[in-house]
């Protein structure tokens, strides 16, 4: 069996790459993917907790933040779609209305 | 049911008059008037029965009544057991004589203002709802049964004095005199008020009764003689004692029935009441009374050296008011004194006696006064004279006060004074202080005979003054009181003869019963008697040289320097207006504006630098929103990473 170390070895990586993409992508679709990437490394320790504690409710949650995660891309789309309407771009550094 | 247990009517009635008046007047005839009358005139019927059985000793059947004191009370701020405020009222001799002088007087008082202020118009209105407010609180004060309800009272007299003086308010001294009036007493008023939260922390109640009843002994009696002492101090002020007695001069701006009012039967009496009332406190602590004593003796005399050469007929008998306030404080001194050592009770019914005369013929003297003022316009005695040929009633019955006042027997005045001073005589033996007082009384019996008829010489002797010529005697509503109160200020002094006498219905501790023969020999078997008879003609006689027979010129006293020096003392009043308002304006004013420049710069600066500071560190910190979503994302990932290694560290995730 693999040990436990690999998935979250290969978690942290995902979660790093993510977390990195966050910070310095400006096009807002990119962002929305690097966030898919560290929710699904949060995805893969559920899933490996759950295997090596043998317990199901770490893969029941899996699926729930797949679940939220599609629902979030969706709303996050549409909220693009509607910017890049109003102001004819998606690049978040150009996006700060809510300042003072 | 007895007609002593509706005594709580008496101050209603006039309270009534008027808040009808109040609402009402500007309909009603004469302003409301008439309702003033008939309030007060009311309280003077009831007072007269009241009176009437309190005299009669059938008083003693009635309820709820102990050692010839009746009292009515129930608990109105109750805190605990052992913190209970009540209002009620409570009767002995002393309020009986009160409310009889204080009802009498206000009536007449108010009879005549009917002609006196008929030419007031639209605020006779507000004249009559204050007068009626006046009567009302006054006759409440000497109702109370305990010190809180007599200061609430206290406070309202003082209230409607501060009305009624500044009455006339668009004239700027009027509007002055009435502030200093109220300015004034309220110092002593704060003393009193200090007093009386002494006493109460002290013996835990304020009612008369459980206070006179109580036991005081070691460190009680310390602050027990604190106590009265800061009550006396109350009296200074309503009772215009020295040093505090510059605000009643002033008084006179308001109309004469007001002066009249206040100097004969409310305001400036408050005071004497109070230190009587308290009498009991006031005989155990000697040393206050010696203070008390002092205090009356200093103001009787310098009052009196103030009239003498006043030309204002207003202020000569406020002087006088003042100086007669003095003698009833030097009484009730002297007799406190000798009681505490002799047990000899006489000087606190002396003091009394003289309180029920002045009464009488002070209120004579200021409406006579009033009548001459409203036959010639002026208060000023240099453009009267004359007047006698044309205001018979007035003169007459003017000289009757001025005979009264100074002493000059068979007049009531006289037997009052001599007793007074006979007891500062005899006090003499205990103490030589009292011997000064009694000089110092006996200088002010010369002094109050010569200004008194300096008065009457100047205004109603001679050849007619400027303001004479078109004079002629007051309505008939003006003179029924004058000459009412001519055969009070006359005859008031019978009451000595009637009964057992005036000493047996007012008294202190035991009555002192003497026919009307043992009190004839009494006073014409003692030596001092000539004394203050003879110095009291003397007073008359030199009146009478300078200004009847002009034999000796009034300029010699101003001839020289030093004469000339002494008149303007006398006529600035030692300069204690001046000094007042010396003090009003360094010391009092400089400490304003240090209070002012500490709120414009310690305060203001700490609120303004707090709000400055808040303006600056908003300025910086909204700043840190820049709006740009990556840079939020750098704090929040730092934050977190932050709060991880810090759960780390702190054993958290282990």
């Not at chain 2, 009879?111 to 605020?123: C, T």
């Not at chain 2, 704060?190 to 002994?217: C, P, Q, W, Y």
């Not at chain 2, 009264?404 to 068979?410: C, E, N, Q, T, V």
Request: charged share 15%; proline share 3%.
């Amino acid at each position: 069996m693999i040990p436990m170390e690999y998935f979250l070895a290969l978690a942290a990586v995902l979660f790093i790459i993510g977390t990195y993409g966050v910070l310095t992508r400006r096009n807002a679709i990119v962002v929305l993917m690097c966030i898919e990437l560290m929710l699904n490394s949060a995805n893969i320790n559920f899933v490996a907790f759950s295997a090596f504690y043998d317990d199901f409710r770490g893969q029941v949650f899996a699926l729930f933040s797949i679940a939220i995660a599609a629902a979030e891309v969706a709303v996050g789309l549409a909220i693009l779609l509607a910017l890049s309407k109003a102001r004819d771009t998606i690049n978040i550094d150009e996006v700060d209305a809510l300042r003072w | 049911m007895q007609p002593v247990e509706f005594a709580w009517l008496i101050p209603i009635f006039p309270l009534i008059a008027g808040l009808i008046i109040g609402l009402f007047g500007a309909r009603l005839k004469e302003g409301g008037g008439y309702i003033a009358i008939l309030g007060s005139g009311i309280s003077l019927l009831l007072t007269s029965v009241v009176v009437w059985q309190v005299l009669d000793g059938s008083f003693d059947l009635a309820d709820g009544i102990a050692d010839g004191i009746f009292e009515q009370s129930r608990s109105w701020l109750v805190f605990n057991e052992a913190y209970a405020f009540e209002i009620g009222i409570y009767i002995d001799q002393l309020t009986a004589l009160m409310l009889i002088v204080v009802s009498l007087v206000s009536t007449l008082v108010i009879i005549y203002s009917i002609a006196y202020m008929g030419e007031e118009g639209g605020r006779k209105r507000r004249y009559y709802t204050e007068i009626s407010l006046f009567v009302g609180v006054m006759l409440g004060l000497v109702l109370a049964n305990n010190y809180l309800e007599l200061f609430i009272f206290w406070e309202l007299v003082g209230l409607c004095s501060y009305l009624l003086i500044g009455f006339w308010y668009h004239k700027p001294s009027a509007a002055s005199a009435a502030k200093k009036a109220f300015i004034v007493t309220r110092v002593g008023d704060i003393m009193f008020m200090a007093g009386l939260i002494i006493l109460f922390t002290t013996f835990k109640t304020l009612n008369f009764r459980e206070l006179f009843e109580l036991d005081v002994s070691g460190s009680d009696l310390g602050l027990l003689s604190i106590g009265t002492f800061m009550i006396f101090g109350g009296a200074i002020g309503k009772s215009a004692q020295f040093p505090l007695h510059d605000w009643l001069p002033d008084a006179m701006e308001g109309p004469t029935t007001v002066s009249a009012l206040i100097h004969a039967a409310t305001m400036v009496k408050a005071g004497v009441y109070l230190v009587a009332r308290s009498f009991p406190l006031f005989v155990q602590t000697p040393d206050i009374l010696l203070f008390v004593a002092v205090i009356g003796g200093i103001t009787a005399f310098m009052a009196a050296t103030m009239a003498l050469n006043n030309p204002n007929i207003k202020r000569v008998l406020a002087y006088s008011t003042i100086s007669q306030l003095g003698y009833m404080m030097l009484a009730l001194g002297a007799g406190g004194y000798l009681f505490y050592h002799l047990h000899n009770p006489e000087g606190y019914t002396a003091s009394m006696f003289h309180l029920m005369n002045h009464a009488f013929f002070k209120a004579l003297l200021f409406l006579c006064a009033g009548s001459v003022i409203h036959a010639v316009h002026t208060e000023d005695m240099k453009l009267m004279g004359g007047l006698g040929k044309k205001m018979k009633i007035t003169s007459l019955a003017m000289l009757i006060g001025a005979l009264s006042i100074s002493g000059i027997p068979p007049f009531s005045g006289f037997w009052s004074k001599d007793e007074v001073l006979a007891t500062v005589f005899e006090a003499g033996e205990l103490h030589w202080i009292f011997v000064i007082l009694y000089i110092l009384g006996i200088a002010t019996a010369f002094m109050t005979a010569f200004y008194m008829f300096r008065l009457w010489f100047m205004t109603f002797s001679g050849s007619e003054g400027e303001a004479s010529h078109h004079a002629h005697e007051s309505p008939r509503i003006m003179t029924f009181p004058l000459i009412i109160l001519s055969i009070l200020a006359a005859g008031s002094f019978l009451v000595l003869f009637i009964g057992g006498g005036f000493g047996s219905q007012v008294f202190f501790e035991e009555p002192h019963v003497l026919s009307g023969l043992e009190i004839i020999s009494l006073t014409f078997g003692n030596p001092l008697t000539y004394l203050s008879i003879v110095v009291a003609v003397c007073g008359f006689a030199l009146a009478y040289a300078i200004y009847y027979k002009h034999i000796i010129s009034p300029e010699i006293f101003v001839s020289t320097r030093s004469r000339k020096a002494m008149y303007n003392l006398l006529i600035n009043r030692y300069g204690f207006a001046a000094g007042y308002n010396a003090f009003a304006e360094r010391v009092v004013y400089g400490f304003a504006l240090l209070c002012d420049a500490f709120d414009r710069y310690v305060i203001d600066g700490i609120v303004n630098g707090i709000a400055l500071l808040l303006v600056r560190t908003g300025n910086y910190a909204r700043k840190i929103q820049t709006g740009n979503v990556r840079f939020y994302a750098v704090i929040i990932v730092l934050a977190i990473s932050i709060i991880i290694i810090l759960f780390y560290l702190a054993g958290g995730l282990r």
